[in-house]
């Protein structure tokens, strides 16, 4: 009898020198201290990929920086409407410009190329659109682009869709390299147009996510490592 006693001890004894042992060893374990994981997020723009405020602006506080990653073939996209609706939603817009102007500067890998896209609405029908492309490097310089507008119909829209991407849709990327847009803007003779909202880039969002420290979370997990710039709910 005296042995099972000793034996119920030293069970006990040993399962609760196990726990002490345990708690000691992982930090944290009672969820007492907290951070928080800041994500931005560009206002009035939707984004997939990599896209990143930057300071490194042309003028102001910010721009948008759009980056190619060869590991995984990502790259990034800004757009003025949900990329899944095949080109519907967008901003209203009611003015008739001559050219699409904005700042950029970029180093992009041999043969990739980044692609700007805008398309003038009316009714539902395009009448007009953008459709600009760069590659190569532009030394570390902002460069000031004027693209011209391709009116085929001359009517006044209703509904403008912008898309900027650090790489086309239809080849893969061919290595790591990044563009950034400043001061996007619509002109007739030098005189601006009717503009979208947040077009110089300098109004950002913050979402400020909590989790314990010590632990890894599943928001944690896709900021790491696959850059996701929103909260996983």
């Not at 002109?187 to 077009?199: A, M, V």
């Amino acid at each position: 009898m005296k042995f099972i006693h000793c034996m119920r001890f030293f069970l006990a004894f040993t399962l609760f020198s196990s726990i002490l042992f345990v708690t000691a060893q992982v930090p944290n374990y009672e969820f007492e201290e907290w951070d928080s994981l800041s994500i931005s997020s560009i206002a009035s723009w939707n984004t997939l990929g990599t896209v990143e405020k930057t300071e490194n602006a042309y003028n102001g506080n910010s721009a948008v920086r759009l980056v190619n990653t060869k590991l995984g073939g990502s790259y990034g996209v800004l757009a003025n409407t949900n990329l899944n609706t095949a080109l519907n939603g967008g901003a209203s817009y009611s003015d008739m410009p001559f050219t699409m102007r904005f700042d950029i500067k970029y180093n992009l890998a041999a043969g990739d190329t980044a692609t700007v896209l805008a398309f003038f609405k009316a009714a539902g029908q395009i009448v007009a659109q953008v459709d600009f492309n760069v590659s190569g490097n532009s030394a570390d310089t902002f460069v000031r682009i004027k693209y011209p507008i391709q009116w085929i119909i001359s009517t006044t829209p209703d509904t403008l869709i912008v898309i900027l991407s650090s790489h086309t849709f239809e080849t893969p990327v061919q290595g790591d390299g990044s563009i950034v847009f400043d001061n996007l803007a619509f002109e007739t003779f030098g005189n601006q147009k009717q503009q979208l909202p947040n077009s110089n880039f300098e109004n950002w969002d913050i979402t400020s996510i909590p989790y314990p420290e010590a632990w890894y979370t599943t928001n944690l997990f896709a900021h790491d490592f696959y850059n996701l710039k929103e909260d996983i709910k």
